[in-house]
T-cell receptor, first 115, second 114 residues
Framework: DTAVSQTPKYLVTQMGNDKSIKCEQN?????MYWYKQDSKKFLKIMFSYNNKELIINETVPNRFSPKSPDKAHLNLHINSLELGDSAVYFC??????????????FGPGTRLTVL | GENVEQHPSTLSVQEGDSAVIKCTYS??????FPWYKQELGKRPQLIID?????GEKKDQRIAVTLNKTAKHFSLHITETQPEDSAVYFCAASSLRGGGNKLTFGTGTQLKVEL
């Protein structure tokens, strides 16, 4: 299924480089998220956008900059990559933010390896 | 902020047996509790969820119970099958701070043995 899609699926790069991961959802959802899953499988939210507006920023280093050109897209740009950035990054989306919590649907993930 | 603890970290059961995974949360404002299943190399997928106004929910072989007073919730899988083998994550969500923020537990690796 292609409800939430991410590109690329794999990303291998050198320390110090800058890279971007793209996410798109075709569910008509208002809210999108970025999660990081580390080597121990721990899933932690990084950012959340609602209708292109940043609503959650979880003490992520400012080398990480999300960008939402429209509510169907949320991209993640990472500057000056470090070894510790190696992880799987998941994009997710949900219908809305206010009123009640809604189901979050995850993309297939992007495995980032920093050498 | 919210803290979610999940136990056990690994669980092995024989095919046909039941499996129970338990989670506790700390934020009394949390009102939504989903469970996700993640197979190796795949995305987390929602298998069942429960909201704070409900104590129990069942969907075929899967059930979730919620005790708001004690701040804990559990996943029950009956008649386990090999395809149930995966990592299971509990999560808690509240709208505190203006966002639909999911805080995940640390995951349970379930192995169903033949």
């Amino acid at each position: 299924d292609t409800a939430v899609s991410q590109t690329p699926k794999y990303l291998v790069t050198q320390m110090g480089n800058d890279k971007s991961i793209k996410c798109e959802q075709n569910l008509g959802h208002d809210t999108m998220y970025w999660y990081k899953q580390d080597s121990k499988k721990f899933l932690k939210i990084m950012f959340s956008y609602n209708n292109k507006e940043l609503i959650i920023n979880e003490t992520v280093p400012n080398r990480f900059s999300p960008k939402s050109p429209d509510k169907a897209h949320l991209n993640l740009h990472i500057n000056s990559l470090e070894l510790g950035d190696s992880a799987v990054y998941f994009c997710a989306s949900s219908r809305r933010t206010s009123g009640s919590s809604d189901t979050q649907y995850f993309g297939p993930g992007t495995r980032l390896t920093v050498l | 902020g919210e803290n979610v603890e999940q136990h056990p970290s690994t669980l092995s059961v024989q095919e046909g047996d039941s499996a129970v995974i338990k989670c506790t949360y700390s934020d009394s404002a949390s009102n939504y509790f989903p469970w996700y299943k993640q197979e190796l190399g795949k995305r987390p997928q929602l298998i069942i969820d429960i909201r704070s106004n409900v104590g129990e929910k069942k969907d075929q072989r899967i059930a979730v119970t919620l005790n708001k007073t004690a701040k804990h919730f559990s996943l029950h899988i009956t008649e386990t099958q090999p395809e149930d083998s995966a990592v299971y994550f509990c999560a808690a969500s509240s709208l505190r701070g203006g966002g639909n923020k999911l805080t995940f537990g640390t995951g349970t690796q379930l192995k169903v043995e033949l």
